[in-house]
């Protein structure tokens, strides 16, 4: 009985599990993820072209079109990125690691350059390229310091660690040649002229891409006619020097040959103006004259002694040494307006300039250290000449300063020209008193009187700022 108990168990069992194996199938079935996908971790190169969809290996009872994702992954910077797979009610997260595992790319090219030059990797590369940050440096950095061939690594590593390394050549040679100077042809000038000696030369060298040019013009005379020479020199890196003369024929001007005065008034038109020019008249003298923009009233003045001869020059429109110097800007903006002012009255542009206290004068570098240094040469650049004064009336000492006093500092100078420093302010009543002692004195002595240009004799002072 009991094993015929037990068989019928056994048999029941048996019966049981036929019957539910497929129930519990069609269970699991029905409880399947529809959603098979490749991989759970993706590896992604940096900067490469990634598709979601290609992850996809099938959906079950669906197709991959009807999946949508979320999350995004930016190829242009490495890291973890997630991304999750939709359908129906399913969903599937995957990582997508974004890495640099390709090495840089690199070519590099050969070198040749002096002993002195610094070597940097820069020489060598002809192009560097990686989808991350790259760095170029030397796998064996050395000296180089010896006059032959040596083989030089150059390695790219980019940000992941990859690394490329490229071979080359740097050849360092003993540079025993100087630079070659050009431009320094034979030159013309008119005596009492000037010219940029530096303009159109220029300086090469075959290794040194920035070799020094120097030039000294000091032992230029251009006042003396004649054969004089300015000096070049150039030196590469490697000290090697250059030396060009180039040789300047200083021509004759007539004029400069005269004994000639130049009587100059600076700072008007003023309340004298009419007695200077009435004087000037007497003695048919032609004379300069420096004006401001301060003293519009007697602008006629201005317009009188630029009809009776005279030479107008510009001054300043301010005379405010602190507007006037407070930058190259302001002084040429200060130019400009007094120099249309003076066109506005004569019809004819100015090109004859005194600078307030002379090109000498100190006062300048409290407003703009170096300031007269600059403006003397550009001034000339730009088509001016400027005019100091070689014999200074002393007229500006003081107010009323005795004529006779005037007349003496007036007729001190000794030169073949003489370009004599006065003013003409409503306060200079001395100075009209001296005026035609000084003319006479001239007179006795041989000397003609000139109204200036910008070919006439033009003593510059030393510039002391
Ligand atoms: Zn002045």
Redo the contacts with the bound molecule.
């Keep these: 009985m009991k094993r015929l108990r037990r068989r019928r168990r056994l048999l029941i069992a048996a019966m049981l599990a036929v019957l539910l194996l497929p129930a519990g199938g069609i269970l699991l079935f029905l409880n399947m993820h529809p959603l098979f996908l490749k991989q759970d971790v993706i590896e992604q190169e940096l900067q490469g072209s990634f598709d979601p969809a290609e992850n996809i290996r099938y959906v079950f009872g669906g197709n991959p079109e009807q999946v949508r994702t979320e999350g995004d992954v930016d190829l242009s910077k490495p890291g973890d990125y997630t991304i999750k797979y939709l359908y129906k009610h399913y969903s599937r997260k995957v990582t997508v690691q974004v890495r640099d595992t390709v090495p840089p790319e690199l070519e590099v090219h050969p070198y040749t350059t002096d002993l002195a030059e610094e070597i940097t990797v820069d020489k060598f590369v002809e192009k560097v390229s990686d989808a991350s940050e790259v760095s170029v440096d030397f796998q064996d950095p050395e000296e180089w310091n010896e006059a032959k061939e040596y083989k030089v690594c150059i390695k790219a590593i980019d940000s992941e660690g990859n690394k490329t390394v490229k071979e080359t050549t740097l050849t360092r040679i003993k540079d025993e040649t100087g630079p070659v100077i050009s431009g320094t042809d034979e030159i013309e000038v008119l005596q009492g002229g000037w010219v940029d000696f530096l303009a159109g030369v220029t300086v090469s060298d075959d290794m040194d891409p920035n070799p020094s040019l120097d030039m000294d013009d000091t032992k230029a005379d251009l006042n003396t006619p004649g054969v004089c020479y300015v000096v070049y020199t150039a030196k590469d890196r490697s000290g090697n020097v250059t030396e060009v003369e180039r040789k300047v024929t200083v021509k004759e001007n007539e004029e400069m040959n005269e004994k000639t005065v130049y009587l100059t008034f ?2 008007g038109p003023s309340l004298n103006t009419g007695k200077i020019l009435d004087i000037l008249r007497e003695y048919n003298v032609r004379a300069t004259f420096f004006v401001t923009g301060n003293n519009r009233e007697h602008d006629d003045m201005i317009k009188r002694a630029y009809d009776e001869g005279h030479s107008i020059g510009l ?1 300043t429109y301010t ?1 405010d040494y602190s507007e006037v110097y407070a930058s190259k800007e302001a002084y040429f903006s200060d130019l400009q307006k007094i120099s249309d002012l003076v066109e506005s009255i004569t019809g004819e542009k100015s090109r004859l300039i005194r600078f ?1 206290g002379g090109s000498s004068n100190t006062v300048s570098a409290k407003y703009t250290p170096g300031i007269m240094t600059e403006l003397t040469r550009e001034v000339l650049e730009k088509g001016y000449q400027y005019f100091d004064w070689n014999c200074d009336s002393t007229d500006a000492e003081g107010n009323n300063v005795p004529a006779e006093k005037i007349v003496k500092n007036a007729v001190s100078a000794d030169s073949k020209h003489i370009n004599i420093l006065m003013h003409d302010t409503d306060a200079k009543n001395t100075t009209v008193e001296a005026l035609p002692k000084i003319i006479e004195y001239y007179r006795e002595q041989g000397y003609s009187f000139k109204a200036l240009t910008t070919e006439s004799f033009a003593p510059h002072h030393h510039v002391n700022n």
């Design positions: 600076d700072d001054h005379h307030p």
